[in-house]
């Protein structure tokens, strides 16, 4: 908010008192210099309709004959036509399709640039989750969690959602943006001895850009002892954060940022001990803290500056007019328009920090932008080298190339075996407990140890002809593979 621009942002908060409290000075104090505007939509992220186990209206037969009985009886009481109680099902049927996103929707309609820091803190229920029923560690969550701030709803299906708007709204930018550049050309045609520059149709339309804030846990590997007790005391977080992650850096249309800060702090920094680090890997030496004043300096930076380095040998004059006159030399300008031509979307993993050693880091976000865009360009040009010097060689165009190319898509689409460092835990350390328990109990108490040891003798007999049906199965299995391995060696001689 102390941007002097005239922006118009608007936040989407689940809590109206809770926003006024923490945005007051923005909301309440009038502010003395322009600045953006901020304009807050009270909206639930996860709506009911959307989790597991959601039951809709029930018969509508059955509503139509409760609502009947409430308009003859009012009618009667207030000696009014029965038609003014009743409902006409049209606007039944308009109120139940309304689409709970669509604040979201036409609010990414007109947006540039998507700050997400959306994020839940749900205690993992264990018997009803994972204990009782382990096989639950593996299943989809959207199909039995009925819990609305579980993080498969609100890490994932959120920015599932979110990231479906954009495209959709990036998309009808791109067609608008070649209808314009087909007209400019036919009017540049027609107008030959028009001066160039204006209404150029070779610019290109801005994507739509969405900085995510997640969590520096994310750069560590699925068996950390921080991750694998995160996961199993906070229903897996960092697994559906890092789905999230790899939902957004899968697209085609839009940039993506995912900013990783340490543990956040509410103290604010002391400039002249403590400066900012970051890495454009998306990883710093632990352990990494940083205050939340710092964390959304940068990720307004992300969301509102230009992600292009600034061109060098640039000679600047001003004309008559006070307008800039810019000279761009040959190569600069060769690869201004190599870049524009074939740029792809940017997806980037930034992780934030404080360090205490000066001259290691910077003093304000500001630097920090400077220094990842810069490191960005630099990395992009030397891939790009590497990319022209590999393609001379046949083997690389043959052999190489698809491999990294089927390697790569793996790596993508695959996730940390945060579910099987979840269930090891469980496995080796809490049924073990449990059982030494239940067998403490049972052997303190007879009649529990007299029921378990009947329950045990009735059912021998349907235990011995399942494992006789078992070991019947299998033998039959043998024979079937002996038989055709003879068959196969018979028709081979």
């Known amino acids: 908010?102390?941007?002097?621009?005239?922006?118009?942002?608007?936040?989407?908060?689940?809590?109206?008192?809770?926003?006024?409290?923490?945005?007051?000075?923005?909301?309440?104090?009038?502010?003395?210099?322009?600045?953006?505007?901020?304009?807050?939509?009270?909206?639930?992220l996860v709506p009911s309709s959307h989790v597991a186990g959601?039951?809709?209206?029930?018969?509508?037969?059955?509503?139509?004959?409760?609502?009947?009985?409430?308009?003859?009886?009012?009618?009667?009481?207030?000696?009014?036509?029965?038609?003014?109680?009743?409902?006409?099902?049209?606007?039944?049927e308009?109120?139940?399709?309304?689409?709970?996103?669509?604040?979201?929707?036409?609010?990414i309609a007109n947006a540039t640039a998507v700050i997400s820091a959306v994020g839940t803190v749900r205690t993992t229920i264990p018997f009803a989750d994972y204990v009782l029923k382990p096989w639950r560690i593996f299943m989809s969550t959207g199909k039995w969690c009925k819990d609305k701030k579980h993080p498969y709803y609100v890490n994932y299906m959120v920015h599932q959602k979110l990231l479906e708007y954009c495209e959709d709204a990036q998309r009808k930018r791109n067609r608008e943006w070649r209808v314009w550049q087909n007209s400019e050309r036919r009017k540049a045609s027609r107008h030959i001895d028009d001066r160039k520059g204006?209404?150029?149709?070779?610019?290109?339309?801005?994507?739509?850009?969405?900085?995510?804030?997640?969590?520096?846990?994310?750069?560590?590997?699925?068996?950390?002892?921080?991750?694998?007790?995160?996961?199993v005391f906070r229903s897996l977080v960092f697994r559906y954060q890092e789905k999230c992650e790899k939902l957004l850096s899968k697209s085609d249309l839009v940039d993506s940022i995912?900013?990783?800060?340490?543990?956040?702090?509410d103290d604010l920094r002391n400039e002249t001990t403590t400066t900012m680090s970051v890495n454009i890997d998306g990883k710093l030496p632990s352990p990494v803290y940083v205050g939340r004043d710092d964390v959304a300096s940068l990720a307004t930076l992300l969301a509102v500056s230009d992600l292009n380095p600034q061109i060098m040998g640039k000679k600047q004059a001003h004309s008559l007019n006070g307008t800039i006159v810019t000279n761009v030399s040959k190569r600069n300008k060769k690869f201004l328009n190599k870049s524009d031509k074939d740029e792809d979307p940017r997806h980037w993993n930034?992780?934030?920090?404080?360090?205490?050693?000066?001259?290691?880091?910077?003093?304000?976000?500001?630097?920090?932008?400077?220094?990842i865009v810069k490191e960005h360009s630099k990395r992009k040009k030397s891939e790009r080298r590497k990319q022209a010097i590999r393609n001379l060689s046949p083997v690389y165009r043959m052999i190489w190339r698809p491999y990294q190319q089927l390697t790569q898509r793996a790596k993508e689409r695959s996730l940390k075996p945060y579910r099987v460092f979840t269930f090891l835990p469980m496995f080796f350390i809490v049924y073990p407990t449990l059982f030494s328990m239940v067998t403490k109990i049972g052997q303190?108490?007879?009649?529990?140890r007299n029921a378990a040891i009947y329950f045990l003798s009735i059912t021998a007999p349907t235990r011995k002809r399942l494992i006789d049906y078992i070991v019947a199965q299998l033998k039959d299995l043998l024979q079937r593979r002996n038989a055709a391995r003879k068959a196969a060696s018979l028709l081979i001689d």
């Open 54 to 92: 959601y039951k809709e209206m029930d018969d509508p037969e059955d509503d139509e004959e409760d609502e009947h009985e409430y308009a003859v009886s009012a009618s009667r009481f207030y000696n009014n036509d029965i038609s003014e109680y009743h409902i006409p099902a049209s606007k039944k």
């Open 258 to 265: 995912v900013l990783r800060p340490g543990d956040l702090l």
């Open 444 to 448: 303190q108490i007879p009649s529990v």
């Open 94 to 107: 308009d109120a139940i399709d309304l689409d709970p996103y669509l604040p979201l929707q036409s609010a």
């Open 1 to 44: 908010m102390a941007l002097q621009s005239d922006l118009t942002v608007v936040a989407f908060v689940r809590n109206y008192e809770r926003a006024c409290e923490v945005l007051y000075d923005e909301l309440i104090i009038e502010r003395e210099n322009k600045g953006p505007k901020l304009q807050l939509v009270v909206m639930d």
């Open 350 to 371: 930034i992780a934030v920090g404080w360090t205490g050693k000066n001259g290691r880091g910077y003093s304000n976000a500001e630097k920090c932008m400077e220094y």
């Open 198 to 231: 204006e209404n150029d149709p070779t610019d290109k339309v801005d994507r739509i850009r969405i900085v995510r804030i997640t969590d520096h846990c994310l750069a560590n590997p699925a068996w950390d002892v921080v991750n694998v007790l995160t996961n």
